[in-house]
């Protein structure tokens, strides 16, 4: 009975729930179909469309908010299918006129919330979409045309950065291959006065900052454009072929005769917004240039790089990525599954977009790692072509390393060396025998020896041995062996020996750090007299004896070394009170690690991180003259660049809790003035204040402290590049020998990195720069580089945000 009875209940139940469930279960149901039309399909794209639009239709009575949103979703989020999206909208106005007006004004909804969040790149997508639909018959072509009007307006704008106008100036461009025939056969005249506006606006441009965001200094074999410029000519060329366009897959031509039918709408007048302060707009760019349809000789051409076909593969190869690049199995596959993929090289266009991400310039879009995986992912789809279209790419970036942008060159080492990693290291190395013939400073033999110190950092120094031919053997990295000068066998002779001994015997014997620095006062200064008391200061043998001592014992990992200079941390810190101390304590770990940069890169992090030496100490250091022969190695570069970002961390840490102490007080005033009369609570609140307002205070000093610090790190690096370059410059001249040496190309371009890395916390400090050291006295060769970094400046404003 009880049984029947609950089997009554759920059947009583069930109807409630199916109800309750069956919306949700619908919109699901609705955005997969709508997500996954235009994928692989037994049936033809049309007849997807077609039976999509009906069910869109019948559903619309009851889900049309939910469709909206869908629509307007995939318009700003899947511009690789813009036109199946386009068509699909296009069959829906043809159907339902109404609904067709909703859509339009939901999208210039959309597009008003995404310039207001600064979504610059989804707004290409969004206006890209409401272009297509002129197209589709849903969008009037004039009022689309008055629209590109009000965006090409902003030219004219003053006081406003020119990234602003160049992205306004781009949408409309970057529009044209996708509507520019519809629009010009109907509104010829408004098209060309569109066109010649932005002609004279690009003419007035300022590109002082082009060389410094080019990945190769020569044009030769491929030039290096602007992208507005390139865009500009691709739509020069487009429009002198009367606007034929090759590539663009236009599912909306089969329904024709029923889109032309249907009423179209104008879309509302759309004002672009003014700018604001805080507004980011995307960095100016140069186009990567590798490949020409002589570098795939078989199979399908590729286009000419002034063709709008090129612009319209790589813009929608770099959508497919920005959409997929968080699963690399998915990225890859939807790359090799491109519509129209045999119609063109696609290996060829894909290789050339992801190397032109992973080296755009100041930083890619994406994480660099994200780059080597994709590309693994996709030599694993395709082991029969696309390894071989790697390899050539790879052999032709070799092969103008000369005129490579330093930067570039570093991703190109991390990524090469991580590449061959998963695939054993197997690589033509013989092809490359070139570099051995030359100067190992040349750029070729330094690459590769750089390559072969990255994969044993993957790796071990064996396997590298094992793997590279024995005629390399000179690019091969030593073993990263401990360099200990204090043994029997060497050092027995040496100063320091017999103290060497006894501090090791001292840390043997689990010695207090009072006991060890007693010991250490034994130690006498290798250049002053007994009596001297600025011995005590700086005595550089103390410090040999006591780290090479203490690092040798702790060789044995990296663990074993943090744990040494955290439990002996009181000493070294002692040692290292003077800026001499601190420069020597670095100077010795680079003298028992000189073999193995990768120990040297997280001992000198560790010091850092636990205040042994500053920020200052290790620029000081790595610009010594005890370094020169060292600057141009790789590592040396990682090691700036990361105790600069520990710089910038520290400051906005101390920033952040300043502004949070601050956002706590205010709060606290305020529930102060709402408490009324209630003495208790009121002297409680008054204490609270008073140790809010002691916090603030100290913390202000700290920021200011930890800002002038901050300020005095850059002084050095940039006071050092200065000095380095200058004294070449006069070496040269004195000489009467050309200054552009491989060395001279490569601090140059250091400089620049340096700017470009750091370019938020740089321009916090240029009227310092500018007084102390960047002035019109300073040789032009140097002052041309900030020259570029202060045109790229005011290409975004005082104001804006890279």
């Known amino acids: 009975m009880s049984r029947r009875r609950h089997s009554d209940d759920s059947d009583g139940g069930q109807p409630h729930k199916r109800r309750r469930s069956e919306p949700i279960e619908i919109e699901d149901r609705l955005e997969s179909l709508i997500c996954r039309v235009g994928e692989k399909s037994t049936s033809s794209l049309e007849s997807n469309l077609e039976g999509l639009a009906g069910v869109l239709e019948a559903d619309l009575p009851n889900y049309k908010s939910k469709i909206l949103r869908i629509l307007c979703s995939v318009a700003r989020l899947l511009p690789e299918k813009l036109t199946v999206y386009s068509t699909l909208v296009g069959l829906l106005n043809a159907r339902n006129y109404n609904f067709g007006g909703e859509f339009v004004e939901a999208m210039i909804r959309q597009l008003k919330e995404t310039l207001k969040n600064n979504l610059y790149n989804e707004a ?54 996708w509507v520019g025939k519809e629009l010009y056969e109907k509104k010829d005249a408004e098209v060309d006065r569109l066109l010649s506006q932005i002609e004279g606006y690009l003419k007035r441009r300022v590109k002082t900052h082009v060389p410094m965001l080019q990945v190769w200094s020569a044009d030769k074999p491929h030039p290096q454009e602007e992208y507005l410029d390139c865009l500009w000519a691709q739509i020069q060329k487009l429009k002198k072929d009367r606007w034929q366009e090759r590539h663009i897959l236009r599912p909306y031509i089969a329904f024709d005769s029923v889109l032309c039918e249907a009423l179209q709408h104008n ?13 980011r707009y995307p960095m100016p760019r140069v186009i990567f240039r590798m490949f020409d349809y002589t570098d795939a000789p078989e199979g399908p051409v590729m286009p000419g790089s002034h063709s709008v076909e090129r612009f319209v593969i790589e813009e929608n190869i770099n959508c497919i990525i920005k959409t997929h690049w968080k699963e690399r199995k998915t990225c890859a596959a939807q790359l090799l599954s491109y519509p129209g993929k045999s119609k063109i090289p696609l290996n060829y266009h894909i290789v050339e977009v992801v190397f032109g991400q992973l080296f755009q310039l100041p930083a890619p879009p994406h994480i660099d790692v994200m780059y080597t995986t994709l590309l693994i992912e996709l030599c694993k789809l395709q082991p029969g072509s696309l390894p071989q279209v790697l390899a050539q790419a790879t052999e032709m970036l070799y092969m103008r390393l000369d005129t490579m942008n330093t930067s570039c060159i570093d991703k190109l080492i991390n990524w090469f060396a991580h590449h061959l990693s998963n695939f054993q290291f197997r690589w033509s190395w013989d092809d490359w025998a070139d570099c051995l013939s030359v100067d190992r400073e040349m750029p070729k033999p330094k690459f590769v020896k750089e390559v072969l110190e990255k994969s044993m950092r993957l790796s071990y120094h064996q396997r590298i041995v094992d793997i590279v031919p024995a005629t390399f053997s000179t690019l091969i990295p030593a073993e990263p ?55 005590e200061s700086f005595n550089p043998l103390k410090i040999d004896v006591f780290l090479q001592t203490l690092l040798h014992m702790a060789a044995k990992s990296c663990s074993h070394s943090f744990s040494a200079l955290g439990k002996f941390h009181e000493i070294l810190k002692a040692l290292t009170e003077s800026d001499e101390g601190k420069l020597h304590i670095l100077k010795v770990v680079y003298d028992v690690w000189k073999n193995h940069p990768q120990m040297i890169a997280v001992l000198v992090d560790k010091m850092i991180r636990t205040q042994i030496v500053d920020c200052a100490a290790v620029a000081n250091w790595l610009f010594s003259q005890d370094m020169a022969h060292e600057f141009t190695r790789l590592y040396i570069w990682e090691i700036l660049h990361s105790t600069i970002r520990k710089m910038n961390k520290h400051v906005q840490k101390i920033q952040k809790e300043l502004e949070e102490a601050k956002d706590k007080l205010e709060k606290q005033q305020h529930k102060k003035r709402d408490s009324g009369d209630d003495e208790d609570m009121e002297r409680g609140s008054e204490d609270e204040e008073a140790q809010l307002e002691e916090q603030i205070e100290r913390l202000q000093e700290k920021v200011e402290s930890a800002q002038s610090e901050q300020k005095n790190l850059f002084l050095v690096i ?85």
């Open 124 to 177: 290409v997508y969004l206006v890209r979409f409401l272009s297509d639909l002129v197209n589709c018959h849903v969008i009037a072509a004039p009022s689309m045309v008055a629209m590109f009007e009000n965006f090409v307006s902003v030219t004219q704008e003053e006081d406003v950065p020119q990234v602003r106008s160049d992205w306004f100036v781009y949408v409309v461009l970057s529009c044209l291959p």
């Open 267 to 279: 879309l509302p007048p759309f004002t672009p917004p003014g700018h604001m302060p805080d507004a």
């Open 718 to 802: 940039f006071q050092r590049f200065i000095m380095l370059l200058t004294e070449h410059l006069v070496r040269c001249e004195t000489g009467s020998v050309d200054v552009s040496t491989h060395w001279y190309k490569n601090c140059i371009d250091r400089l620049q990195q340096i700017f470009l890395m750091h370019h938020q916390t740089i321009q916090q400090y240029m009227g310092t720069l500018e007084n102390l050291l960047f002035t019109a006295e300073l040789d032009p060769h140097i002052l041309a580089v900030y020259q570029q970094f202060c045109a790229l400046q005011l290409v975004f404003s005082a104001f804006s945000l890279w």
């Open 481 to 535: 062996l401990f360099i200990y000068k204090y043994t029997e066998e060497t050092g027995s002779l040496l100063p320091g020996y017999p103290m060497a001994i006894t501090v090791q015997n001292a840390i043997k014997n689990k010695a207090t750090n009072e006991e060890i620095l007693i010991i250490l006062k034994e130690v006498c200064h290798p250049n002053q007299d007994d009596d001297d008391d600025e011995a």
